[in-house]
């Protein structure tokens, strides 16, 4: 055990030099996004996604980060962040920072993925390349499919500059009137409603290995771009270059002032669709002067927010190529496997009443026995949460259900059990959240769906996003009452579960069930509940107990025993947070942090925090599940929830984590910790200066890939023994 440094070292644990810049932080999360893309060890087509996946990440943090940063830059907010950094100075060093990876993003894709692309017989492949019947075949296309949906925008005197839409691909258009030979500037939208890459028949197709290729074909923008005549009948193409647009998009609410919640977000999401101020314009490297600083000015940008670019624009778009039928280019399927403890119950059917399902065996008999867990998507989501929703729904003995419901699908299969159940006379109250970002106008149309079959929608509480995920379900069982809880730390969204791993509790406890039903009368009504028997909520409690159970394992190891913490979350930024985990090390407090993505505290530093470890995983799956774990001198507490330690999370938002007290359970969680720490192929360690390097297994150890442990452990494999896990609840050294 490492020794505690000796008290009254006037060290000032606020001061910002110990602190990560959260949004530098952020890139470099996005960085190590990007080196999946980069890593020949990724599958070929798994490569394109991550390319994908970084250029998504980067729109959504221009239209929110970035944009709220100039924002603060124009009302000259002067207020330094707790890493000491100004506005401007965040702005200059996100530039600064963000520039190369771009760079290094489009010419990896262009010298190496798309030639390995072509070399698998994957044809990305430029229109001056192409053949007489290949063009004949695309300027057909375009004659049909899409000159009817394109309008070009002249601009001049008499037509201002047209507005141009969010994320939206363009081309900058420059002719030439024969007549007087002046030169015009004109806009042309590429269409959204068509496929960025235009396919190719297979007939007209290349040919590899003497056979056709599995796929040919070309940038939608670049077949409009070769048939500009058609647009500008009479008119002299003299050239046209490539631009688009990212602008703010983050909702901005007065609650306090809106008499209706559900109508004042609508009319946000209407100007959400028209877009706010221009953030960020990208742009083909080769574009002149003239017209680079051209829209600049029209769009009222910088030269520090233009981004220079080669070969293809929104690589985003590259997601496309995930749809192919070429699985040798992609990552083993993975079908998630039913729990061992449900694969005795049938999946319930909405049209069939609740005999359907073997006597004594259904989900609620499961749950009775002992709590149960599970971890997704190594195991089934449908099998699980679905079944417990849908079977509650049917069964003629559940009196009521209540759910918080923050994202889920389009097509979501537990909305339609809320309705059946509602339909079925049973009491449902779901809270919507109406300001789940990118989610507003998908949560609308359930709540409205929800509201007109009778279900009683709440919107959550002014001042705060319900972030919580937790089902409570009301049952009545021969003279008494019981009350079946989930309380998870994903979305309810069946295609999410898929991706991200998240982890869920079943438990028919009395006090989880009496603390939830708490919770949400604390949410549907006027009460102010002040004490839980068993959750941390957030804003109420939940603070408070994390800062307590660490200076727990402080006052341990102050007085000789072992101290010992692990959590694993999305983010950890939370200033508090973070001084007293300084504190915890200082003390001797060993601590492994393991947290996919932003990062503010500086691990390794001396006299500070030398026994902080932070690594992060990344991989096919997006780590999302949140554990805490705290040794307690050997009487180990486990917790999970839906919370990272954020002030977001713990001050702005409902947030619900709960105490596992199931032994069995306790122990699973343990093992995937474990499997976590010892993780040498997905796992990158954060290094005193904010950057990462990823680990790697030396010549005589072999690759201990966690997501692949774990659904090695899911499917039960005879024999699998990880003898590199170090256990949990040793102390560290």
């Known amino acids: 055990m490492a020794k505690p440094k000796k008290s009254g070292n006037p060290i000032n644990l606020k001061d910002p030099q110990h602190f990560i810049n959260r949004e530098l932080s952020w890139l470099e999360f996005n960085n190590r996004v990007l080196h999946e893309a980069l890593d020949p060890r990724t599958p070929l087509l798994e490569r394109l996604k991550f390319m994908a996946i970084f250029s998504s990440n980067l729109d959504e943090f221009f239209m929110v980060r970035v944009a709220v940063l100039q924002q603060q830059v124009e009302a000259r907010v002067t207020q330094l962040t707790f890493d000491g950094r100004t506005a401007q100075q965040q702005l200059d060093d996100i530039s600064f920072s963000l520039r190369p990876l771009v760079i290094q993003q489009h010419q990896h894709f262009e010298k190496v993925l798309r030639p390995q692309l072509a070399q698998n017989g994957i044809y990305i492949v430029d229109y001056i390349e192409l053949n007489d019947k290949q063009r004949n075949y695309l300027d057909n296309y375009f004659d049909e499919q899409v000159f009817p949906v394109i309008t070009p925008l002249a601009v001049d005197p008499g037509h201002p500059f047209p507005y141009i839409s969010n994320l939206s691909l363009n081309l900058a258009v420059v002719v030439k009137n024969p007549e007087t030979d002046e030169e015009l500037f004109a806009r042309v939208k590429v269409p959204k409603v068509l496929p960025r890459f235009l396919a190719l028949p297979s007939e007209l197709g290349m040919t590899h290995n003497g056979k056709p290729a599995n796929w040919t074909g070309v940038p939608l923008e670049q077949v409009i771009a070769h048939n500009l005549e058609s647009l500008f009948p009479g008119m002299n193409i003299q050239e046209y270059h490539t631009f688009r647009i990212t602008r703010d998009a983050d909702l901005e609410v007065e609650e306090d002032e809106a008499d ?74 993975w079908q998630s496997v039913v729990h061992p403890r449900l694969q005795r119950i049938r999946e319930p059917n909405m049209n069939s009443q609740i005999t359907d399902i073997e006597e004594g065996k259904d989900i609620f008999t499961v749950i009775r026995e002992r709590d149960l867990f599970v971890h997704h998507p190594y195991q089934s989501f449908s099998a699980s949460v679905v079944k417990f929703i849908t079977s509650a729904a049917q069964d003629p003995d559940v009196l009521a259900i209540k759910m918080t419901l923050y994202r889920t699908s389009g097509d979501s299969p537990i909305v339609n059990a809320l309705i059946a159940a509602a339909e079925n006379g049973k009491q449902v109250s779901v809270l919507v959240e109406l300001k789940a970002r990118f989610d507003e106008e998908n949560n609308i149309y359930w709540a409205r769906r929800l509201e007109s079959v009778g279900v009683h929608v709440v919107y959550g509480l002014v001042g705060l996003k319900t972030h919580c995920k937790t089902v409570l379900v009301v049952r009545r069982e021969k003279d008494r009452i019981r009350r079946y809880v989930h309380i998870g730390t994903g979305n309810y969204n069946p295609k999410t579960a898929r991706l991200y791993t998240d982890l869920g509790l079943f438990s028919c406890r009395d006090d989880l069930g009496a603390d939830l039903t708490d919770l949400y009368n604390y949410l549907t009504g006027y009460s102010r509940q002040k004490s839980y028997r068993q959750l941390l909520v957030a804003p109420v409690n939940m603070r408070d107990r994390f800062i307590s159970l660490i200076r727990r394992e402080i006052e341990n190891a102050q007085n000789g025993l072992s101290g010992r913490i692990v959590a694993k979350m999305n983010s950890l930024v939370d200033p508090e947070i973070i001084t007293t985990l300084y504190e915890a090390s200082r003390a001797g407090v060993q601590i492994d942090l393991i947290i996919r993505g932003v990062c503010c505290l500086r691990p390794g530093l001396k006299d500070i925090s030398e026994n902080i470890r932070v690594i992060s995983i990344i991989g096919r799956f997006l780590e999302h599940s949140r554990i805490y774990y705290f040794y307690n001198n050997g009487q180990e507490e486990i917790f999970i929830g839906s919370a990272d330690w954020m002030p977001r999370n713990l001050d702005r938002r409902v947030e619900a984590i709960t105490p596992v007290q199931d032994a069995e359970i306790a122990k699973d969680l343990q093992e995937i910790l474990g499997i976590m720490l010892a993780d040498n192929r997905l796992a990158w360690e954060l290094q005193p200066d904010g950057t990462y390097i990823q680990r790697r297994p030396g010549d005589d150890c072999p690759d201990s890939n966690s997501q692949t442990a774990l659904m090695a452990m899911a499917l039960g494999s005879a024999g699998v023994h990880y003898s590199n896990i170090e256990p949990i609840s040793a102390s560290r050294t």
């Open 260 to 333: 209706d919640l559900l109508l004042a977000i609508e009319q946000e999401l209407r100007k959400r669709r028209v877009g706010g101020n221009p953030v960020r314009l990208e742009i083909h490297s080769h574009t002149p002067e003239s017209i680079r600083s051209r829209l600049l000015q029209d769009l009222e940008l910088d030269n520090s927010d233009a981004y220079e670019v080669e070969g293809l624009l929104g690589l985003r778009d590259l997601m496309y190529f995930m749809s192919l039928p070429l699985p040798e280019h992609k990552d083993r399927p």
